[in-house]
Every structure is written in structure tokens, then in C-alpha cells.
């Protein structure tokens, strides 16, 4: 019998603890990687980490606040003891906040938005840098927003971080591309079932859009198969 086609491989999620991630993190375990998962709820990680398990393969979850940046570098050195590289990072945390006018943001909540979607990004990035860059063929897949391409009225503060996000993650591409194997991507969901996406849209009906486990099947496909340097794709 053929192995999967992850195994042997370490794959970090973040936000694994439901929606697009868990999803993500399921799909990477039944390729055959082994899954580590962060997200701030230790439940949910776990009823994650069972999912896995029960199909055959294999997780750690690592319950942690993005927020909290010392944290992010403990973590990885806690992972560093383990593992001696890290061959997929999933960048998929991030925080809605309060859809408003410009002029009416609420500027304490637009910085934690930010401190989350970029400088918790910037941080991940920097902590596992070492283990991506002693990887055979590291592969980093951050999950971006439409908006942050296409301004649209009352997304500004979230389109702004994706904007800041997707910028900052390609530029993090390019500082690799001619001194490493690291390679960068970005994959907007587009419409999907989350419970972000219900808390923007409380009309729609959820069955109107696609499962996260489309945009997961999607992403460990990339993961699988590998990509082009700044590989970027909308999923309809």
C-alpha cells in the first residue's frame, strides 16, 4: 500500500479549533501528516485532535493566544525540541471585529484586529522561520479575505489587516526565494460556512455556501502537489 502523501511531514494550524482550520487540520491528518494545532480553546482543539485520531492519524494540540506574542515564541521552541523542521505552516487565525463606518471605528478594537491578523502573523513567521528554512520544501498557506484586495464600505479595519497581511507574507516570500526552498501562498476562501462568516452576514442562509471542508480539501491538495513562489487563488 502507498503511504500518504504527507507522511513523515509536520504541519502547524492555527485557529484549528473549528471552521476553515479544523477543517484544514483534519485534511492534513488524513494525508498523512502529523498535525500540530494552536487556537486559544483547548476543547475544541481537542475534539479536533480526536477527529484525527479517529481516522487514522496522528496531532498534538497546543492551546495558545496569538495575542500574547512571548507565548508564540515558547511555543516554538517547545516545537523545536520535537521536531527538527516544520514543513507546512497554515495562517489561518484571524479576527473580525465590528463591521463599522471609518468614522466610526472603534480604535481600540481596530488594535487588537490588527495586533492579531498582522502582528501575530509577523510574529509566527519570525519564531518558525528557523524550522521552515531547515525543511526539505517548507510550504507557508496564509487564508485572506477578499476585501483585502477590493475595498468594500464597513469592511474597512478587516480589509486592512488582510491588506497588511497578504502584503506582509509575500514580502516574507520574497526575503526566502533565492536563500531557501520556503514557498509562499495565499488562498482566499471566498463564501464559506464559519461562524466569522455568520456574524457578518446573520441573513444568509449557512447552507447557501460552501463547507470549510471544500476550502481544507483545497488547501492540503496545495500542501500535496506544491506551488509556485506568491502562488495566489481564490476558491469560489
Known amino acids: 500500500m502507498?503511504?500518504?502523501?504527507?507522511?513523515?511531514?509536520?504541519?502547524?494550524?492555527?485557529?484549528?479549533?473549528?471552521?476553515?482550520?479544523?477543517?484544514?487540520?483534519i485534511a492534513l491528518g488524513a494525508a498523512g501528516a502529523h498535525v500540530i494545532l494552536t487556537a486559544r480553546t483547548a476543547g475544541g482543539l481537542e475534539e479536533v485532535e480526536d477527529a484525527i485520531y479517529q481516522a487514522g492519524g496522528s496531532a498534538t494540540i497546543a492551546p495558545l493566544d496569538l495575542a500574547e506574542h512571548d507565548a508564540i515564541g515558547r511555543l516554538a521552541g517547545a516545537i523545536g525540541e520535537r521536531w527538527p523542521v516544520l514543513d507546512m505552516l497554515v495562517l489561518n487565525a484571524g479576527m473580525l471585529g465590528t463591521l463599522s463606518a471609518v468614522s466610526a471605528i472603534d480604535f481600540a478594537e481596530c488594535a487588537k484586529v490588527l495586533a492579531l491578523n498582522v502582528s501575530a502573523q509577523a510574529a509566527m513567521l519570525a519564531a518558525f522561520d528557523?524550522?521552515?528554512?531547515r525543511a526539505p520544501a517548507a510550504r507557508?498557506?496564509?487564508?485572506?479575505?477578499?476585501?483585502?484586495?477590493?475595498?468594500?464600505?464597513?469592511?474597512?479595519?478587516?480589509?486592512?489587516?488582510?491588506?497588511?497581511?497578504?502584503?506582509?507574507?509575500?514580502?516574507?516570500?520574497?526575503?526566502?526565494?533565492?536563500?531557501?526552498?520556503?514557498r509562499v501562498g495565499i488562498v482566499d476562501p471566498g463564501a464559506t460556512r464559519t461562524k466569522m462568516r455568520a456574524r457578518a452576514f446573520p441573513g444568509e442562509d449557512p447552507a447557501t455556501v460552501k463547507a470549510p471542508e471544500v476550502v481544507a480539501e483545497r488547501i492540503a491538495a496545495l500542501m500535496a502537489a506544491g506551488f509556485d513562489r506568491g502562488h495566489f487563488e481564490r476558491i469560489g
Open 2 to 25: 502507498r503511504a500518504p502523501v504527507l507522511a513523515g511531514q509536520t504541519a502547524l494550524v492555527t485557529g484549528a479549533s473549528r471552521g476553515i482550520g479544523a477543517a484544514t487540520a
Open 130 to 133: 528557523p524550522m521552515l528554512r
Open 140 to 182: 507557508v498557506v496564509g487564508v485572506t479575505s477578499s476585501v483585502g484586495r477590493k475595498p468594500r464600505a464597513y469592511w474597512g479595519v478587516y480589509g486592512a489587516s488582510k491588506a497588511a497581511f497578504e502584503n506582509l507574507l509575500l514580502s516574507y516570500g520574497q526575503e526566502l526565494e533565492n536563500v531557501s526552498e520556503v
